[in-house]
């Protein structure tokens, strides 16, 4: 039956990764914390995990699926210089089907009022937007940000045809049915059409006295001409009047004509008597809103209405849009005391996702951490984040980077607009190795790295149980719920010792028990003569379930390995019409020899 439903497709999109759900090992040699608490907000559970970063959202999803709140990505751009060695219509389909394979991890970890942010350029913006489109739902796509990264200088801007100066940001929520985002303002240039200053608002509002605006400024800096507040500001002129303006938002007006329509019943008694007597304002009290002022006919419209608290500052505002062209990425250099060509992105363009999508506590979530930008901003914003990097920059910039956040050193970025001091910390995680090797002889075991903690560990995510050891109950190794429990042992159980622990949990409780094997009893036999127990054999049990030992499903595309190329066909004999020619064949990536870029 042929699909219905409008889609991008590419080859090999059925081609699916069985992941390994991981366990995430403590390095605490690598973990950080503060020295003492900071406030009473410090958080110290925050997460960098080293390793494969789609093993990674794996092994986080049994704890943390529906948990995330706000997750910002900023994966490889795919280049054309990164698949230099492959032809087009594969290069699309390697960066399409490791993207679609993270995506659908990232949407089961978001919450479902949580906001996806994913940081693009042109080269796949169209093909990424339809791919979203398809695991989030066009509906749930919030919009597309232009986000002004560059200026239109430099060597670039000697290039041939248009320079390029923007990136992309696709904004999707989980579910738009619940989601329910910030509203955010940013700082804009002074609304000029606020030409009217009230001299003596400390009076009763019927006696109120509007000047102009020019003349209420140089009343205040006592001088007598426009001419002489040129001369004396010069270019800080404007900067000068709008600190003016926004200082007196309360006293600064405009008129505005309003029909009686436009207002309610209230409110048009005072709109009519206002247009009778010019002389006098007259006020229409709302509750729970900013009153009505009228005068000769007309609204007045105060000047605070346009001001917001950024920042700690209160300046003039208006509401974000989808163009952000006031972080631009220059001179991020020092930013956080660490160097990341190409790759770093302001702390601002962070900072200013995490006021759209979240509050404090809430997690936050970066699986390609490059330099630590998402955590380092999350941190000082009091939320709490994971962060996943492969690269050797997980150690040599983000480690160092979050220790001088943690100390209060970091006041780089955003450290100065939120009053950053320090505090918190973090726990530094890696990848446990895969849980079943080959030995010698190429048969299937548990990989001797492993010690009994960490097999427990292991197999309890496997079977879908939440790890717990018991300090009383030596065969509670974990728990599905109240009454269901997992027990883990490389023992080769009897009859007798099976009897016995089917006599410890008793009637009202289910284990599930996973040893390497029994003996002197069937396992239809164990079913009827044990109920409360369930028993696998390890490693048995669970040898078809992952691709076992791929530890890598990186997106580093420049280095995938060139697959195979299919043997040619015998050249055709020349057509009567002239010579034939043999099409080159395109080598299968997504065959037994490309298994890696899959």
Not at 105 to 122: A, C, K, N, T, W
Request: aromatic content about 10%.
């Amino acid at each position: 039956m042929s699909k219905q439903k409008l889609e991008l497709t590419w080859i090999g999109k059925e081609k699916r990764p069985k992941l390994e759900p991981r366990i995430l090992l403590e390095d605490p040699e690598k973990s950080y914390h503060a020295k003492h608490r900071v406030s009473d907000n410090d958080i110290f559970d925050n997460r960098l995990i080293f390793g494969d970063n789609l093993l990674a959202l794996k092994a986080l999803e049994q704890e943390f699926s529906g948990k995330v709140k706000c997750i910002y990505i900023d994966p490889p751009f795919n280049t054309q210089q990164a698949f230099e060695h492959y032809d087009d219509g594969y290069e699309h389909s390697i960066w399409l089907g490791l993207i679609r394979d993270r995506a659908e991890s990232l949407r089961r970890l978001l919450s479902d009022d949580g906001s996806l942010f994913v940081h693009i350029d042109d080269n796949e913006l169209g093909y990424l937007i339809a791919l979203l489109d398809e695991v989030f739902g066009r509906r749930n796509r919030i919009g597309v940000v232009t986000f002004k990264q560059s200026s239109a200088s430099g060597p670039k801007a000697i290039n041939p045809g248009l320079v390029t100066t923007n990136n992309y940001i696709l904004y999707y929520a989980k579910n738009k049915d619940v989601w329910s985002p910030n509203r955010v303002y940013v700082p804009g240039p002074r609304d000029d059409r606020y030409s009217k200053y009230i001299e003596n608002y400390e009076d009763d509002f019927q006696d109120w006295c509007l000047i102009g605006l020019r003349e209420a400024f140089l009343r205040s800096n006592r001088l007598q001409s426009w001419d002489d507040a040129k001369a004396k500001f010069a270019d800080k002129l404007e900067v000068k009047l709008s600190d003016f303006v926004v200082t007196n938002a309360h006293r600064v007006v405009r008129t505005a004509r309003v029909a009686p329509k436009d207002v309610n019943e209230s409110a048009r008694d005072a709109l009519a008597r206002s247009t009778a007597d010019r002389t006098k304002v007259y006020r229409s009290v709302r509750e729970d809103k900013d009153d009505y002022y009228f005068l000769g006919g007309e609204q007045l419209v105060f000047y605070k209405s346009k001001t917001r608290i950024i920042d700690g500052k209160s300046t003039t505002a208006s509401p974000l849009t989808n163009l952000w062209d006031d972080l631009l990425s220059n001179n991020l250099h020092n930013e956080g005391g660490v160097s990341f060509p190409n790759g770093k992105k302001p702390e601002a363009l962070i900072k200013r996702c995490l006021e759209l999508s979240t509050t404090i506590g809430d997690i936050v979530l970066d699986s390609f951490a490059g330099s630590g930008t998402t955590g380092a901003v999350a941190h000082k914003m009091g939320r709490r984040w994971i962060m996943v990097e492969l690269g050797e920059h997980c150690h040599t910039h983000i480690i160092p980077r979050l220790k001088t956040i943690i100390d209060g050193e970091d006041q780089s970025g955003i450290s100065k607009t939120v009053g950053w001091q320090g505090g918190g910390g973090f726990r530094y995680y890696r990848l446990a190795p895969s849980l079943i090797v080959n030995d010698r002889w190429g048969n299937p075991v548990i990989n001797p790295e492993y010690n009994a903690a960490q097999l427990a560990e292991a197999l309890a995510k496997l079977e879908g149980f939440i790890y717990a050891p018991s300090e009383t109950h030596w065969w509670r190794h974990g728990h599905s719920s109240e009454r269901d429990f997992i027990y883990v042992t490389t023992q080769n159980l009897s009859a007798e010792q099976l009897q016995a622990l089917s006599d410890e949990v008793g009637p009202e409780r289910s284990l599930l028990v996973c040893c390497s094997a029994f003996h002197g009893v069937t396992a239809a036999k164990a079913a009827e003569r044990w109920p409360n127990l369930t028993l696998k054999k390890i490693p048995k049990m669970v040898l078809a379930r992952c691709e076992w030992g791929h530890d890598d499903y990186s997106l580093n595309v420049a280095n995938l390995p060139m697959a195979e190329p299919e043997p040619k066909a015998p050249s055709p004999r020349p057509s009567p019409r002239g010579r034939g020619c043999q099409a080159a064949l395109v080598p299968d990536l997504f065959g037994d020899g490309g298994e890696d870029g899959a």
